[in-house]
């Protein structure tokens, strides 16, 4: 069963937490809130997350500082954030999140239905890539496995041109090994 997309949400006043958690509502997404960036990182030290929507302005460690952090992380470097601020409409401020790896810089009031859409594509192409990364193993797996009994097939027939008496018996032990996955 596939795992349901997380979203992040970051933002030091809890009322703008409530109003984000109650725009997601209906979304495919669970949101998870956090007031801090300090408590955001180590949130996702344990979550992977389709989107993280991310409050610029917050105190002690701001979104900007906290984005870098999270796009200097392996295994988070690639989640899209989406700064959203209160602060006037400032082209530096939504530059310096650009800068710093956001995918969208939105200004409150924002329309919710905008940040609903916006939040709804990421999470389907984290859904999508989930879908293929399993895709991807089993294409794997199955390699793996063709390579196996090829290989039993190729020793088998090898068996099969020698001249040991016992070659046809081993080389049906050896295909049954194959076909069935147990070790030779």
């Known amino acids: 069963m596939t795992q349901m997309a997380k979203a992040l949400l970051v933002d030091d006043r809890r009322e703008n937490l409530m109003a984000l958690e109650a725009i997601l509502q ?3 997404v669970q949101a998870v809130a956090v ?7 180590k949130q996702l030290l344990v979550d992977d997350f389709a989107v993280i929507l991310l409050d610029a ?12 952090h999270i796009k200097r992380r392996e295994r ?8 959203l ?4 409409r400032d082209a530096q401020l939504a530059l310096r999140g ?16 905008v940040l609903r859409a916006k939040v709804s594509v990421f999470v389907e192409l984290w859904v999508k890539t989930r879908q293929l990364a399993a895709q991807s193993d089993l294409v ?4 793996t496995q063709w390579r196996l009994l090829t290989d039993a097939v190729d020793e088998a ?15 049906v032990e050896l295909l049954e090994q194959a076909r069935w996955g147990t070790p030779t």
């Open 157 to 171: 027939t090898a068996l099969l041109r020698g001249d040991d008496p016992e070659a046809p018996d081993r080389a």
């Open 26 to 28: 209906g979304l495919p």
């Open 85 to 88: 601020t209160a602060a006037d």
């Open 35 to 41: 007031e801090s960036g300090e408590a955001a990182l």
């Open 98 to 113: 650009y800068q710093v790896g956001a995918v969208d810089y939105l200004t409150k009031p924002f329309d919710p239905w």
């Open 57 to 68: 302005q917050m105190p002690d460690m701001d979104g900007f500082e906290t984005a870098g």
């Open 76 to 83: 988070t470097r690639h989640v899209p954030i989406i700064f």
């Open 140 to 143: 794997r797996e199955r390699d």
